[in-house]
T-cell receptor
Framework: EAQVTQNPRYLITVTGKKLTVTCSQNMNHEYMSWYRQDPGLGLRQIYYSMNVEVTDKGDVPEGYKVSRKEKRNFPLILESPSPNQTSLYFC?????????????FGPGTRLTVL | GNSVTQMEGPVTLSEEAFLTINCTYTATGYPSLFWYVQYPGEGLQLLLKATKADDKGSNKGFEATYRKETTSFHLEKGSVQVSDSAVYFCALSNNRGSTLGRLYFGRGTQLTVWP
């Protein structure tokens, strides 16, 4: 089944404790992206990657890191989480060939930073 | 630049009522337009899309027509059901240069349908 998976689905942590949220897709998509969703703000892009070893900042990259060492994986790293990073996070991927670039989303990771 | 504006929610309707959620966009060139739906506790799913002017996307009784002259992509459904209760996002992709592959989202509209 074609899908984007994220782990963990729920995470409660404390300020300053490094964490990684994993994202994996099995569709051989070139493009991958991380979003955060906050009430009243919709989805905001954190980082994106157009292919292996190619990453770039989105609209709200501060406090986050990413890497793209393999095509299927795109982990999101919070080196020193803070309470303002409490949010719902989504990973997404899409094919970069000719077309409409519709994105496929993971189920989300709800992060709480105390 | 690229942006999407959709009507503020929440929208509350009775079952079998007619639904319209307005969406307008700003973009250069010829973007592709999408409606995504997010059911409670789930990720976003593509509901429908249109890739060129005058295209009509449709799925599960929902429709939206790509209107270049009014830069709009309004979502409609003739008779909503309780199971349509969700958050709906309008989005565009503008496949040129540095924005290649990126999706621009509206803020979402919460729809609640009562029996």
């Amino acid at each position: 089944e074609a899908q984007v998976t994220q782990n963990p689905r729920y995470l409660i942590t404390v300020t300053g404790k490094k964490l990684t949220v994993t994202c994996s897709q099995n569709m051989n998509h070139e493009y991958m992206s991380w979003y955060r969703q906050d009430p009243g703000l919709g989805l905001r892009q954190i980082y994106y990657s157009m292919n292996v070893e190619v990453t770039d900042k989105g609209d709200v990259p501060e406090g986050y890191k990413v890497s793209r060492k393999e095509k299927r994986n795109f982990p999101l790293i919070l080196e020193s989480p803070s309470p303002n990073q409490t949010s719902l996070y989504f990973c997404a991927s899409s094919f970069m060939g000719q077309g409409s670039y519709e994105q496929f989303f993971g189920p989300g990771t709800r992060l709480t930073v105390l | 630049g690229n942006s999407v504006t959709q009507m503020e929610g929440p929208v509350t309707l009775s079952e079998e009522a007619f639904l319209t959620i307005n969406c307008t966009y700003t973009a250069t060139g010829y973007p592709s337009l999408f409606w995504y739906v997010q059911y409670p506790g789930e990720g976003l799913q593509l509901l429908l899309k249109a890739t060129k002017a005058d295209d009509k996307g449709s799925n599960k009784g929902f429709e939206a027509t790509y209107r270049k002259e009014t830069t709009s992509f309004h979502l409609e459904k003739g008779s909503v059901q309780v199971s349509d209760s969700a958050v709906y996002f309008c989005a565009l992709s503008n496949n040129r240069g540095s924005t290649l592959g990126r999706l621009y989202f509206g803020r979402g509209t919460q729809l609640t349908v009562w029996p």
